[in-house]
């Protein structure tokens, strides 16, 4: 337990309304230890969205607890709450007259105030975020001039400038080419392994976050909730439970998923 980071607790998670309540998961009893990365799988509509902003207090759990650091969430302002986590979501961010720069320092807003003025520790280290992404040549440039791909290594470098022990990233590779996937999960190995920094990463890409993540979180409407080393859920049958479909087999032995043209 002293590993542990973040703990749900019989975390039920959801919608909720002045009249109706949409609960997607009922009791989800799981954990990140720190310095590990976690990827969070699921098909489509499972609720992947729904249970990271839920970790993060962008939408509020319904029942149950989340532990962060040691303490219940909602202890915690909203500024401690930004000092431990960060997130990168796939939704559009209006940024449209800001700069690149001016985005990524924004990260530096908890230690700053929102009109806070930076320092040069604080330049410094938006210096060497925007090194370690490699995104150099963008920072002079409009947001509504980049691509989505550059967009969305825009707000890593946010998320790392912003220096929380936490990182939750929701789809970050969703716009990426194949060789800057390969990069962003050399990234994340840097940040785990090298930095300490605990990951949990949604993704479609499985068969390279199962190569590279420590744990898995699985969800799916039906099967419910599964989590652990992602090895053993690779071996054990659990993977290809949630994921085989028609023509499609997960290779225990392999961790890849294999495809009979015959049967598409």
């Known amino acids: 337990m002293h590993n542990t980071i973040l703990e749900t607790r019989n975390l039920s998670i959801g919608y909720k309304s002045t009249r109706n309540e949409t609960v997607l998961y009922r009791d989800l009893n799981a954990q990140l230890k720190k310095g590990e990365l976690t990827c969070l799988l699921g098909k489509n509509g499972s609720g992947k969205s729904t249970l990271l902003r839920s970790l993060c207090s962008l939408l509020p759990t319904l029942s149950g607890e989340v532990i962060i650091a040691g303490k219940e969430k909602g202890t915690y302002s909203i500024r401690e709450i930004s000092k431990l986590v960060s997130i990168v979501l796939t939704d559009t961010v209006r940024t449209e007259d800001m700069t690149a720069y001016e985005v990524i320092a924004l990260g530096r807003t908890p230690y700053t105030g929102f009109w806070g003025k930076l320092d040069d520790a604080d330049t410094e280290k938006i210096d060497q975020s925007i090194a370690l992404i ?3 040549d963008l920072v002079d440039r409009k947001m509504q ?4 791909g550059e967009r969305q290594k825009v707000m890593i470098a946010k998320a790392v400038v912003q220096e929380t022990p936490i990182i939750l990233m929701d789809e970050p590779s969703a716009f990426l080419d194949y060789a800057s996937k390969i990069k962003l999960l050399q ?3 840097t940040l785990t392994r090298k930095l300490g920094k605990t990951v949990l990463i949604s993704s479609h890409d499985m068969e390279h976050m199962l190569q590279v993540a420590d744990q898995a979180w699985l969800l799916d409407k039906e099967l419910g909730f599964a989590h ?10 659990t993977i290809g439970k949630y994921f085989n479909l028609e023509g499609i087999c997960f290779d225990q032995k392999n961790c890849r998923f294999d495809i009979d043209l015959e049967k598409l």
């Open 187 to 189: 990234l994340l190995r």
């Open 134 to 136: 490699g995104i150099a």
């Open 228 to 237: 652990g080393p992602t090895h053993e859920l690779c071996h054990n049958g």
């Open 145 to 148: 001039t980049l691509s989505d």
